[in-house]
């Protein structure tokens, strides 16, 4: 065992139940799952594995207090938030050493998503208060038109392992504001986050019930009788687009209120007009926060010719200077991948771009050492016919394309399934609104390499999903609009 005392003490104070209707409980059948950390592939610690009859007792608790809930004064459920965005920032260190341990990101990136995710809570505390509606009078003049939101109901919420608190509280933040209760499904690699970020809501004052927890090894089986179950009415998820087109299937059948948020391919464009030390600064955070597995993260640099080839060469200086190793150690910048399968994943893809002819210009393999590690690696002259550049990386790879007038940069960029967020680095003006508007995505960082932001609605097109996480836009995917006729 490598964990030192204060690990210890942290991955101790994580529930490792299931938390149903205010409780935390072992899984029916009595089984667990490990929870591994990825710098050592040691265990953690094990945490409940849920049965499907745990997942329908976890909605049996939410629709329970569903109506409850919804009564409750809309300052009282912001405050609930506000009081917990306030203990998170307060434990902000342990909460972002057991992220660290569990996901592998360098604490102090633990540390930033610790802080965005709390931001949410913030933000839609303020969103609670002002859900409103609209008094019109009817066009003929006899009527009047009345609006109401109302919450949607009780709602299925499942996430990912990447930004493992983030991820859920762009989602119950507006779902406890909008008046929603809810079952949560974080992912098998990294449940203590969710399960803490439960305690802390629960010390926060929120009621039992609002929110229920289930860890699982076996997510289809587990939430599968809930996505047939007529009680729930609203299903939202952040995760790879297969997984979604299959939860959409099912969520057709009950006729869901859906939110996916799903992968990214995201293109990075440098213009020759470019400055060139922004855009190599910011590149170094579209690519390699979170290791590169973000689904915002730069897959595509394309850069014209005439800077092509230097600013390749200044990306891979700034990328071979970077100390790889366990997140827990102040030095690292970069962390292992979160298993095998995905950098078995990273590295098939860097041979295959190498088979068509890219030349790696750093790193291009993985270290020889514990855990799931993969070199900062930049390639270049990579050709499109690479599957890197239909495919999601989700690691430290950043592959350079080139090209030589703008109408091929777009055409690049948007030659894609997906359309999460695009990057453009340029300083005309002109342009950048030429591009800002032509691009297929819905987020652009414009000489930006980082779009999160709580306050900002958070969201793709195509095959990257629909619906929008924070910003205003947030907490409508947790309200339904009543309309109420009234003669006068
Ligand atoms: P994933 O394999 O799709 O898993 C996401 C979540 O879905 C996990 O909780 C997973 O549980 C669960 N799941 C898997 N199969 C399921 C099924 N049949 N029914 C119900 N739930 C199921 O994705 P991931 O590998 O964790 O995350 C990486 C992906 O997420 C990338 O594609 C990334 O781009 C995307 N992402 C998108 C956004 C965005 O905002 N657009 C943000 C972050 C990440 P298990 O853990 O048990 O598999």
């Known amino acids: 065992m490598t964990t030192d005392d204060r690990e210890r003490r942290v991955i101790d104070a994580a529930p490792t139940g299931l938390f149903i209707g205010g409780t935390w409980r072992a899984a029916s059948g009595g089984r667990t799952l490990a929870v591994e950390d990825p710098a050592t592939t040691d265990t953690l610690c094990r945490v409940a594995d849920a049965t499907p009859e745990d997942a329908t007792a976890a909605l049996d608790a939410a629709c329970a207090v569903q109506q409850q809930w919804a009564a409750m004064p809309p300052r009282e459920r ?71 939101k109302q919450p949607v109901g009780p709602c299925l919420l499942i996430t990912p392992w990447n930004f493992p608190m983030a991820m859920g509280t762009r989602k119950i933040g507006p779902a406890v504001a909008a008046g929603c209760t809810m079952v949560v499904k974080p992912a098998q690699q990294t449940p203590l986050s969710m399960t803490m970020l439960a305690s802390i809501m629960t010390e926060a004052g929120l009621p039992p019930g609002v929110l229920n927890v289930i860890t699982a090894s076996s997510a289809g089986k587990t939430v599968g009788p809930l996505m047939t179950d007529k009680r729930l009415r609203k299903m939202s998820f952040t995760g790879s687009t297969p997984v979604g087109q299959r939860l959409m299937e099912q969520a057709a059948g009950n006729l869901l209120r859906i939110s996916m948020e799903l992968g990214g391919n995201a293109p990075y464009l440098v213009f020759d007009d470019a400055d060139l030390d922004l855009a190599v600064d910011q590149a170094m955070i579209a690519k390699m926060r979170n290791m590169g597995e973000s689904c915002v993260a730069a897959n595509r640099f394309h850069v014209q010719q005439g ?30 991948l979160i298993d095998g399968v995905q950098r078995t994943k990273v590295a098939e893809l860097v041979d295959n771009a190498v088979d068509h002819g890219a030349k790696v210009m750093v790193g291009g393999e993985a270290p020889d050492r514990p855990g799931y590690f993969y070199a900062p690696t930049v390639l270049q002259g990579v050709p499109q016919t690479a599957d890197m ?75 990257s999903g629909f619906g929008r996480e924070g910003g205003r836009e947030g907490i409508e995917e947790y309200l339904s609009t009543k309309y109420v006729a009234i003669d006068a």
Do not use: C, H, Q
């Open 389 to 463: 550049f239909a495919e999601e990386i989700f690691g430290p790879v950043a592959p350079v394309y080139s090209f030589s007038t703008e109408e091929e940069a777009l055409a690049a960029a948007n030659g894609s399934d997906y359309g999460l967020v695009a990057y453009a680095f340029t300083r005309d003006l002109g342009r950048s609104i030429r591009v800002m508007e032509g691009l297929e995505t819905g987020m652009v960082g414009m000489n930006k390499g980082l779009v999160s932001n709580a306050a900002a609605p958070f969201g793709g097109v195509k095959w």
């Open 78 to 148: 912001g405050e609930i938030l506000r009081r917990t965005y306030e203990i998170i920032i307060e434990r902000a260190d342990e909460l972002a050493l057991l992220m660290t341990l569990e996901m592998g990101k360098p604490l102090a990136e633990s540390t930033g998503e610790v802080t965005y995710a709390a931001e949410f809570l913030r933000w839609f505390a303020e969103e609670a208060v002002r859900i409103d509606g609209r008094w019109a009078r009817e066009p003929g003049g006899k009527g009047r038109l009345v609006t109401m």
């Open 307 to 336: 800077v092509a080839e230097e600013f390749a060469a200044r990306l891979a200086e700034r990328m071979g200077a970077l100390t790889v190793g366990r997140g827990t150690e102040a030095t690292v910048n970069v962390g292992p």
